[in-house]
């Protein structure tokens, strides 16, 4: 069974698995995060403590994608809105119930050395077991993309604290490294990353109004869950991939599912903390994510958490690194294609014009003189005549004129791979898993099979790129 | 007033509730989002009338559901009929991708039904290019769906058409055929009377049955567009058909429709097994009859109706006797029909009585429904046009008979299919009429 356990993150911090709650209205009150631990949380970042908040209603806002709720949530909550004493008096109460279970107080205070040293030791004498600086949400204003500042309140609380300092990032900083680097000058033994991104959500087309709107006037939100993930993931890699700035990470950013938490990991990061999914569906979403990363890391061979965190930094390369001379083609399995078109569509208006519909009247390679473009394509559909098949014998040939495949021959595309550049756009838009695949030409055609068990031991073999 | 709607009959309603109910609006976008967005999309090509079907999806799902209907209705003037009576299973659902895709097919009807409720609701009329722009005069006999989409069409384009058509209320069989679970008599006139706010002039209850009224409208318009549909319905050619609880199925159909029919009990036996020997079955199980045969000279797997109809009627509770014809219909003592039948065998193309194997089945009506016969009474008429085997023979890319000022469409053209291949036919007509008046003109 491999291990999922954390140990000794930012230089003290140990926990049953690597899912933290993120700060969030999911971490805001001690019962809340008795539940989560309960559900199989691994930890949480408590809901930023300072100086109680007031907050509007409504405050969240969802970005909705093709009928699917909350690809992205705007917020504009602000920090928590219950007095400090009330949450570290619970803090302390949850710590007594879960010791094991890690518990970071999330922090934010006046920009004044002092406000910071009250803070800090409150929270570390009501037995937190680390600390992040929020410096980063959107209440933090500028200060979240202020080296100097960073680096200054840093170095104030490590001044106290003897339990770890984590230091929240926000992804808005111009060059989140100059941030991070700051923050590790400042003494800092970990960073989260990353807090949420500038946003106006939507602005809703009857009152034009930017949601959430609140009494008829909408203002600048924080986006969070999957929408925000590339960003994150980005940003990460960013860290981890400077010596002047990596630290151990907390990653944050829309996971919502293992294999999100698992990429975050492959780019360095030793813990992650979710927020917005566990909005949406509850604290329960943290099963599936535990065992799912210990099933995969069953199936790929993997031991603890330390053998796979941050594989794919050495993947990552300048554009300049890349091997200009691996050239792929998209190759369509014609017993999987549904004959929907759209890598035909897709290729014509959105890359090199190199799928066609000319399976039955005869394959053409060439230049796009040579081919009907979609109007034509279209048009001839559009002016053929179709009648409804009302007899047995009209609905028997209909069904017959097959061909070889389940899908009529005539609509399967086919490419042309000598005009193939080989973006894969045609790949990303096939609704069919695997039926569109780029397949490897030339002298640097290699099998792109990977064994199901041995992608540790390729990795660790695998030479790293200059 | 020619497209009056009758009064809807709330026990009609009742009892024929529909099998495609409308999608509720989130429905409606959930199930429009599911669909791929084809491109060169087989359900469209499927469809007679190319309706561009995920353009109209698209639209649902992004809320212009103003575009969406006139997307439908551009390709389709009965789009709302059709989204309600077309045989989707064999149509564009049919092609949907989806069925490879190891899921339901994109439910298309349902969608456009969506699309054409949101916009009847507005009340919106349909723009027309000004009357009398394109100086072309076409009539067009009968008043169902071919002739309704040919004159739309025509009248779209600023040419004046009109429609006569022998019954009171225009629609044809969309008004008095096309089962009332699918399609009400008020939705049909709905529609006609849409048509005719676009200008289309309706002569209702007006036939033109001999040579000397077709050259009374050939000197009157520059063309005319046949859409008489089929003829009556065909007899058994057995004795004792002509008595009391003998009914045409047409004529049984129309009358339940238009409330004339309200209720039948007892036994009932549909001969025939075609859609509409099905419709008629199914309509009488409604109506309350409480045994519903359906008899049938050849087996289950010859049987001509759409498979899903029989899904469906076996669902109605209706009974399917196979391999059995009637050879004769009495009255019993206490006034019901004696049905004689006799078990066939078929030998080579050839039904062949089965000896001693004669059943009477005594029932309350016997309604024969062995297909509409194709000669039409104007038909006949028709002396200068070529038809085969009853049917106008036209070419299938204009629908010009070999008279050059005569357009045909619809099932007297095509033998008879379904609703959204007339309408096709109708549109393809106007398309073609227009094409050779603008030829003329330039
Ligand atoms: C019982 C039944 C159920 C059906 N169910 C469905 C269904 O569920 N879905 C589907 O898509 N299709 C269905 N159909 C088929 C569909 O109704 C027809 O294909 C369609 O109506 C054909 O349209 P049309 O305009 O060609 O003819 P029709 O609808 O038949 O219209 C022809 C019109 O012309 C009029 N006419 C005829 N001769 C003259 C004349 N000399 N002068 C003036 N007027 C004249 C007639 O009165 C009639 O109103 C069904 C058909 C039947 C019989
Ligand atoms: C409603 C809401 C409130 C938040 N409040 C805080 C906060 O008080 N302090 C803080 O450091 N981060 C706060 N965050 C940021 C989250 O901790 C986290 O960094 C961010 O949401 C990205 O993670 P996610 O995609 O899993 O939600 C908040 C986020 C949300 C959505
Ligand atoms: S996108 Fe995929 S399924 Fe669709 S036509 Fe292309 S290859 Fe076939
Ligand atoms: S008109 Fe009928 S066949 Fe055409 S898309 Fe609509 S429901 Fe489908
Ligand atoms: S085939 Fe199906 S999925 Fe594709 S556009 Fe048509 S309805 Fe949508």
Redesign the pocket.
């Known amino acids: 069974m491999p291990d999922i356990r954390v140990h000794q993150f930012a230089g003290k911090i140990d926990g049953p698995n690597p899912f933290w709650l993120?700060?969030?209205?999911v971490s805001n009150k001690g019962e809340q995060i008795m539940r989560a631990f309960d559900a199989g949380w691994g930890g949480a970042?408590w809901?930023?403590i300072g100086d109680p908040a007031t907050n509007t209603s409504p405050?969240?806002s969802s970005v909705d994608w093709n009928g699917h709720r909350m690809m992205g949530?705007s917020?504009i909550?602000?920090?928590?809105d219950r007095p400090i004493e009330e949450n570290l008096r619970e803090l302390a109460e949850v710590k007594r119930y879960y010791p094991y279970h890690p518990i970071i107080a999330?922090l934010?205070a006046e920009s004044v050395r002092e406000s910071w040293h009250e803070i800090a030791q409150r929270a570390e004498d009501a037995g937190a077991d680390g600390l992040?600086l929020?410096f980063?949400?959107s209440q933090a204003g500028s200060l979240s993309q202020d080296p100097e500042r960073t680096e200054m309140i840093t170095a104030w609380v490590k001044e106290k604290a003897r339990i770890p300092v984590l230091v929240?990032l926000s992804p808005n900083a111009t060059n989140i490294r100059v941030v991070a680097a700051a923050a590790r000058r400042g003494g800092a033994d970990g960073l989260?990353a990353?807090?949420?991104v500038n946003s106006i959500p939507r602005i809703d087309l009857d009152t034009l109004v930017p949601e959430p709107n609140v009494g008829g006037a909408g203002t600048y939100g924080?986006f969070?869950?999957?929408a925000?993930?590339p960003i994150?993931l980005n940003i990460v890699q960013q860290i981890m991939s400077d010596p002047a700035s990596a630290l151990p990470l907390s990653g944050?950013?829309?996971?919502?599912t293992w294999r999100d938490a698992v990429e975050f990991m492959l780019l360095g990061c030793t813990t992650v903390?979710?927020?917005?999914?566990?909005?949406h569906y509850g604290y329960r979403v943290v099963e599936d994510m535990a065992e799912g990363l210990e099933n995969w890391m069953r199936t790929k061979g993997f031991a603890t958490l330390e053998d796979l965190r941050g594989l794919s930094l050495q993947r990552v390369t300048g554009w300049e690194g890349l091997n200009r001379d691996y050239k792929v083609v998209a190759h369509i399995n014609e017993q999987k294609c549904i004959g929907c078109g759209l890598c035909q569509i897709s290729c014509w208006d959105g890359a090199n014009q190199c799928i066609h519909s000319d399976r039955v009247s005869g394959p053409v390679n060439g230049r796009i003189e040579l081919h009907d473009g979609p109007p034509t394509v279209e048009f001839r559909s559009r002016t053929s005549i179709a009648t409804t098949p009302v007899t047995r014998q009209e609905r028997a040939a209909a069904a017959s004129n097959h061909g070889p495949y389940p899908t009529p021959l005539a609509k399967i595309p086919r490419v042309d791979e000598t005009e193939c550049t080989g973006c894969n756009l045609c790949a990303l838009v096939c609704p069919v898993d695997e039926c569109i695949t780029m397949v490897p030409v030339g002298q640097n055609a290699r099998p792109e099979h990977r064994g199901q068990s041995s992608l540790a031991s390729e990795i660790a073999a695998e030479p790293q790129r200059s | 007033m020619s497209t009056t709607s009758i009064p809807d009959d709330l026990l009609l309603r009742e009892r024929f509730t529909e099998i495609r109910p409308p999608l509720s609006p989130q429905a409606a976008v959930i199930e429009a989002n599911r669909c791929l967005n084809c491109f060169d999309a087989p359900c469209t090509a499927a469809c007679p009338t190319h309706i561009d079907v995920p353009g109209f999806i698209k639209r649902i799902s992004t809320g212009n559901l103003r575009g969406s209907a006139l997307r439908i209705l551009d390709a389709n003037i009965l789009g709302s009929s059709c989204a309600k009576a077309c045989p989707v299973e064999v149509l564009c659902e049919g092609a949907c991708v989806m069925h490879r895709y190891n899921t339901e097919p994109i439910q298309i009807g349902r969608l456009q039904r969506y699309a054409m409720d949101s916009f009847q609701a507005t009340g919106e009329e349909l723009l027309t290019a000004p009357r009398g722009s394109r100086n072309v005069q076409v009539a067009c006999i009968g008043g169902g769906p071919a002739s309704l989409a040919c004159a739309a069409e025509l009248c779209r384009h600023g040419a004046h058409a009109i429609i006569i058509e022998r019954n009171e209320l225009p629609g044809g069989l969309n008004t008095y055929g096309v089962a009332e679970y699918k399609l009400r008599t008020s939705d049909s006139l709905r529609e006609a009377e849409m048509i005719r706010r676009m200008g289309v002039e309706f002569r209702t209850g007006a036939a033109i049955e001999t040579a000397e009224a077709l050259e009374e409208l050939e000197s009157e318009f520059d063309f005319l567009f046949l859409g008489v549909g089929l003829g009556a319905m065909q007899r058994m050619n057995i004795p004792g058909e002509d008595q009391k609880g003998v009914l045409n199925a047409l004529e049984f159909i129309a009358s339940y429709k238009t409330g004339r029919l309200k209720e039948l009990s007892g036994t009932v036996v549909v001969v025939g097994a075609g859609n509409t020997a099905i419709d008629a079955a199914n309509a009488a199980r409604r109506l309350g009859a409480e045994t519903v045969y359906l008899l049938y000279r050849r087996g289950e797997r010859e049987m001509t109706a759409f498979d899903f109809e029989y899904e469906h009627a076996k669902h109605e509770g209706v009974q399917f006797l196979w391999r059995r014809q009637p050879y004769r219909i009495r009255t019993s003592e206490r006034g019901r029909l004696l049905l004689d039948t006799v078990q066939v065998n078929e030998v080579d193309r050839l039904l062949q009585p089965v000896d001693g194997s004669e059943q009477v089945i005594e029932c309350d009506y016997v309604i024969p429904a062995i297909g509409q016969s194709p000669f039409a009474q104007l038909v006949q008429e028709l002396r200068r046009i070529e038809l085969r085997n009853g049917v106008i023979v036209v070419d299938p890319e204009t629908g010009q008979t070999d008279n050059p000022r005569y357009f045909a469409g619809g099932d007297c053209a095509n033998g008879g299919k379904e609703v959204v291949d007339a309408v096709a036919d109708g549109k393809r007509a106007a398309r073609a009429i227009l094409k050779i008046a603008e030829a003329a003109y330039a």
Request: hydrophobic share 35%; with cysteine.
């Open positions: 993120a700060s969030g209205p970042v809901k930023t405050r969240y949530l917020s909550e602000r920090i928590s999330s934010m992040e929020n980063s949400g929240k989260s990353i807090n949420t924080g969070a869950g999957p925000v993930k994150a944050i950013g829309g996971i919502s903390q979710v927020c917005t999914a566990a909005m």
